[in-house]
């Protein structure tokens, strides 16, 4: 199994920046694919950003798309969220994701415990 622990979190005002990192530990000697997603209570969970193993594939969701920039280090085990010019409707936690194989469709294998994202106004 394959354990993720997202850092990065915190307060932010309305247009400024974070960058979220999560460590992989664990079985981790297969290809797989890493990515975020974020939810609001009372809001499905909405994907926002993937990378292949070899970092030549991304996906970003289409509400981010411009503003945030994923990216990985396989020799750290880490990928990484840069948020830019962030929205007070990007307040969410954000949970940190990992797929064995391609990374779409991405259906999650393993699931981090999340970090708490919030853009004041």
């Known amino acids: 199994q394959v354990q993720l622990v997202e850092s990065g979190g915190g307060l932010v005002q309305a247009g400024g920046s974070l960058r979220l990192s999560c460590a992989a530990s664990?079985?981790?000697?297969?290809?797989?694919?890493m990515g975020w997603f974020r939810q609001t209570p009372g809001k499905e969970r909405e994907f926002i950003a993937v990378?292949?193993?070899?970092?030549?594939?991304?996906y970003h969701g289409d509400s981010v798309k411009g503003r945030f920039t994923i990216s990985r280090d396989n020799a750290k085990n880490t990928v990484y969220l840069q948020m830019n010019s962030l929205k007070p409707e990007d307040t969410a936690v954000y949970y940190c994701?990992?797929?064995?194989?391609?990374?779409?469709?991405?259906?999650?294998?393993?699931w981090g415990q999340g970090t708490q994202v919030t853009v004041s106004s």
């Open positions: 990378i292949s193993w070899g970092g030549s594939s991304r």
């Open positions: 994701a990992a797929k064995y194989g391609s990374a779409w469709p991405f259906t999650v294998d393993y």
């Open positions: 664990g079985r981790t000697s297969s290809s797989y694919a």
